[in-house]
């Protein structure tokens, strides 16, 4: 009797611990994300320029109605669109092409490794600004072609070119976390079922398709929800390379906002925008989570 009260009471201190433990993490959760996200909706539905000794006016949906009913706002959306998707594919097809290059733990490999992460380390302005060098119409490139007796391409001058040139800088600047994220995968890829498919004839091609690419199926995931998302937010590298031009052709909506909104003081569109920005990535992470699920279930049913 006197063990079991003991055992009890040893529970409940377990459980108070735990709580303790937990509430502090909640409280700073709620307070730096959940309470500015409540706020951003209700500001979405107000018209506020942001000073303290103005009330914001209740103007329901109008914000929204700016914002899908503005052709530069709609290109904008068009924009972010195929910067988080284009992006998200080039990232973590040539994230775990790399990773596939250099899963072996050699000196070789292990400074391949290092140098391909560098660019993350790297501040996101700085990058744009680094690239700016390189390709601007005054650039490191163009420069070298006038030498060589070619014309000069205009990498950020024209509004097709500087969408990709963008994206491209983009990617190069966030595939290192990619990569580690998939070399982290490939190790825990069961070593027996290689051998066992070397065994049987397989080659890399089918050895990869048959029992590297399901034993990476969480990692491909995490991998392009947090590329997905980070391309979404794109604005850093934006502001430094191109200035959302030529013409706005490189302008996202998280450039939208911290550029354009709120500099004018219009709270209530740059809250209808983040809200559209959340849901975006709130889309993308459940897209993802769910065709990953109908694969398990259809090779489950194959099976």
Do not use: C
């Not at 108070?16 to 433990?21: D, N």
């Amino acid at each position: 009797m006197a063990r079991t009260l003991l055992s009890k009471q040893r529970r409940r201190r377990s459980v108070g611990v735990s709580i303790s433990m937990v509430v502090p993490a909640v409280l700073i959760y709620a307070a730096l994300l959940v309470v500015p996200v409540i706020y951003a909706f209700y500001y979405s539905f107000t018209e506020y320029n942001g000073f303290p000794t103005r009330v914001p006016e209740f103007i329901g949906l109008e914000n929204y109605r700016t914002v899908f009913g503005s052709d530069d706002m709609t290109g904008t959306m068009v924009i972010t669109a195929l910067v988080a998707v284009v992006g998200a594919v080039a990232v973590n097809v040539a994230a775990l092409g790399l990773a596939l290059l250099l899963k072996r733990t050699d000196r070789f490999n292990t400074f391949g490794r290092v140098v391909m992460f560098y660019p993350h380390v790297l501040s996101a302005l700085v990058v744009g600004f680094l690239w700016q060098a390189i390709l601007g119409p005054q650039g490191v490139v163009n420069t070298m072609l006038e030498k060589a007796g070619t014309d000069s391409l205009p990498f950020l001058s024209d509004p097709d070119w500087a969408l990709w040139s963008m994206i491209l800088v983009i990617v190069w600047s966030l595939f290192g976390v990619q990569l580690i994220l998939y070399l982290a995968g490939l190790q825990a890829v069961p070593e027996d079922l290689l051998e066992a498919a070397r065994l049987d004839g397989a080659g890399r091609w089918q050895t990869f398709r048959a029992v590297t690419w399901p034993s990476l199926a969480s990692t491909v995931t995490v991998a392009v929800i947090t590329s997905g998302i980070s391309l979404l937010k794109t604005y850093d590298v934006v502001v430094s390379l191109t200035g959302g031009g030529p013409a706005g052709s490189t302008k996202t909506l998280a450039y939208s906002i911290l550029a354009v909104s709120f500099p004018q003081r219009d709270i209530g569109l740059a809250s209808a925008q983040a809200v559209l920005l959340i849901l975006a990535a709130a889309v993308l992470s459940l897209t993802v989570l769910l065709l990953r699920r109908r694969a398990e279930n259809d090779a489950e049913s194959i099976g």
